[in-house]
């Protein structure tokens, strides 16, 4: 059996959406109340809590909460368990130290059995029952459907979701003929994706769609710093047309971003439709996007970061690695330190070293001539295949220099 998750929107009455509000609320206020549990405890009494004794006292705390009884407690449990989750990441150095959370950064609370909620659903729309909530209208469509594991309620900007795990036979995944297609993918900014098998080529332009949306973005904005902005030191609350004017620079955003997220789950799936072997470069997008130091060009940086994000690099990369992964193809990162694609032929092995400039790759050996980014996908394709020129049969014998 395999999870998968399918998100679905939910459009309450305004009696259930109350409810639904109510109930966020007592999420929140619980997670903040085990947060403070364990720091003072800690602070203290030099005691550290963990999740089973916070756990345990569950039911004295619905004694004093007598509100608390009528939300279900395994959705209980797994808010604290979502604040187990937060003190574990900060003591392995992962994040921050968990912080007591406003209703505004607080998005909703999961059912993680099959208690306290039930769906009525095809894998097409259809109607979600919540315990002590009521029964929701929800729309979307997922394309696998299996029997319903866990449930998430999510709010965000001012809508409903439902997020969904299911489980799904295997078989379902994977398609009755396996693609037979092998490539290699360079991801770039002015061609999002390059696209070779060797002998056919492909680029796919960057869409660009906060680059599109950002004129928008910059009128509006001007628009919100002549409102009375909020100010906590001064105790200041922000105005109205504050408030206003802030939902408009969301909604563009959020558009840019589902703009995005459907443009990589299309390419993705044309991509995986044909071929069951992809090769790309191993990137670490959090380091590619850092700030560049004072003095050092840092307009140009932040205008490369910004291209960076808007073609969604890790989100594109992801997308493709679950989708070959699921058809039971092969997905291969390139080491691109040891390998450096884009500064090798992939002809006859030579590395010749480029500066970002020269978009287009002149092997002085061998006189190959191809686009830059072509050229590095296929050095990736050859080296994951093991028949990289220079570099051997096989993809342990690459030098690491």
């Given at each position: 059996?395999?999870?998968?998750?399918?998100?679905?929107?939910l459009?309450?009455?305004?009696q259930?959406e109350?409810?639904?509000?109510?109930?966020?609320?007592?999420?929140?206020d619980?997670?903040?109340?085990?947060?403070?549990?364990?720091?003072?405890?800690?602070?203290k009494?030099?005691?550290?809590?963990?999740?089973f004794?916070?756990?345990?006292?569950?039911?004295a705390?619905?004694?004093?909460?007598?509100?608390?009884k009528?939300?279900?407690?395994?959705?209980?449990?797994?808010?604290?368990?979502?604040?187990?989750?937060?003190?574990?990441?900060?003591?392995k150095g992962l994040?921050?130290r968990?912080?007591?959370?406003?209703?505004?950064?607080?998005?909703?609370?999961?059912?993680?059995?099959?208690?306290?909620?039930?769906?009525?659903?095809?894998?097409?729309?259809?109607?979600?029952?919540?315990?002590?909530?009521?029964?929701?209208?929800?729309?979307?469509?997922?394309?696998?459907w299996?029997?319903?594991?866990?449930?998430?309620?999510v709010?965000?900007?001012?809508?409903?979701?439902?997020?969904i795990?299911?489980?799904?036979?295997?078989?379902?995944?994977?398609?009755?003929?396996?693609?037979?297609?092998?490539?290699?993918?360079?991801?770039?900014?002015k061609?999002?994706?390059?696209?070779?098998?060797?002998?056919?080529?492909?680029?796919?332009?960057?869409?660009?769609?906060?680059?599109?949306a950002e004129?928008?973005?910059?009128k509006v904005?001007?628009?919100?710093?002549?409102?009375?902005?909020?100010?906590?030191?001064?105790?200041?609350?922000?105005?109205?047309?504050?408030?206003?004017?802030?939902?408009?620079v969301?909604?563009?955003?959020?558009?840019v971003?589902?703009?995005?997220?459907?443009w990589?789950?299309?390419?993705?799936?044309?991509?995986?439709?044909?071929?069951?072997?992809?090769?790309?470069e191993?990137?670490?997008?959090?380091?590619?996007?850092?700030?560049?130091?004072k003095?050092?060009?840092?307009?140009?940086?932040?205008?490369?970061?910004?291209?960076?994000l808007?073609?969604?690099?890790?989100?594109?990369?992801?997308?493709?690695?679950?989708?070959?992964?699921?058809i039971g193809?092969v997905?291969?990162?390139?080491?691109t330190?040891?390998?450096?694609?884009?500064?090798?032929c992939?002809k006859c092995?030579?590395?010749?070293?480029?500066t970002?400039?020269?978009?287009?790759?002149?092997?002085?050996?061998?006189g190959?001539v191809?686009?830059?980014?072509?050229a590095?996908?296929?050095?990736m394709?050859?080296w994951?295949?093991g028949t990289?020129?220079?570099?051997?049969?096989?993809?342990?014998?690459?030098?690491?220099?």
């Amino acid at each position: 059996m395999a999870t998968r998750r399918m998100t679905f929107r939910l459009y309450p009455n305004i009696q259930i959406e109350k409810q639904l509000r109510y109930h966020r609320k007592l999420h929140k206020d619980l997670f903040n109340a085990a947060v403070n549990n364990r720091l003072t405890q800690y602070k203290k009494f030099n005691r550290s809590i963990d999740y089973f004794e916070q756990q345990n006292c569950l039911p004295a705390f619905k004694e004093v909460w007598t509100e608390y009884k009528q939300i279900n407690s395994q959705a209980l449990q797994a808010t604290l368990k979502r604040v187990d989750f937060a003190f574990e990441r900060w003591f392995k150095g992962l994040g921050k130290r968990p912080r007591f959370k406003s209703i505004r950064h607080y998005s909703g609370w999961t059912y993680p059995a099959k208690t306290g909620y039930s769906v009525e659903s095809n894998s097409e729309n259809g109607y979600l029952n919540l315990s002590k909530i009521g029964r929701i209208q929800m729309r979307g469509k997922a394309k696998y459907w299996g029997k319903p594991t866990t449930c998430t309620i999510v709010y965000r900007n001012g809508k409903w979701y439902a997020s969904i795990t299911v489980d799904v036979l295997e078989q379902a995944l994977k398609p009755e003929v396996l693609p037979t297609g092998a490539i290699g993918i360079d991801l770039g900014c002015k061609s999002a994706l390059s696209i070779t098998d060797g002998e056919n080529h492909q680029q796919i332009d960057a869409p660009k769609f906060f680059r599109n949306a950002e004129q928008k973005v910059k009128k509006v904005s001007q628009e919100k710093r002549r409102k009375r902005a909020p100010n906590r030191n001064k105790k200041v609350k922000a105005s109205r047309r504050f408030k206003k004017v802030q939902l408009r620079v969301s909604k563009i955003l959020r558009k840019v971003a589902n703009q995005r997220q459907n443009w990589v789950h299309q390419v993705a799936a044309e991509i995986v439709s044909s071929n069951s072997f992809v090769a790309t470069e191993k990137l670490e997008v959090k380091n590619m996007t850092s700030r560049a130091r004072k003095g050092k060009r840092q307009k140009q940086k932040a205008g490369l970061n910004k291209s960076i994000l808007d073609v969604g690099f890790g989100m594109l990369r992801s997308a493709i690695k679950y989708k070959v992964e699921q058809i039971g193809g092969v997905f291969v990162e390139v080491p691109t330190k040891k390998v450096k694609p884009s500064q090798t032929c992939p002809k006859c092995g030579h590395r010749h070293k480029k500066t970002l400039d020269i978009r287009v790759h002149e092997c002085g050996v061998c006189g190959y001539v191809q686009d830059r980014d072509i050229a590095a996908a296929e050095v990736m394709l050859y080296w994951s295949k093991g028949t990289l020129p220079g570099l051997g049969t096989n993809r342990a014998n690459a030098p690491l220099r």
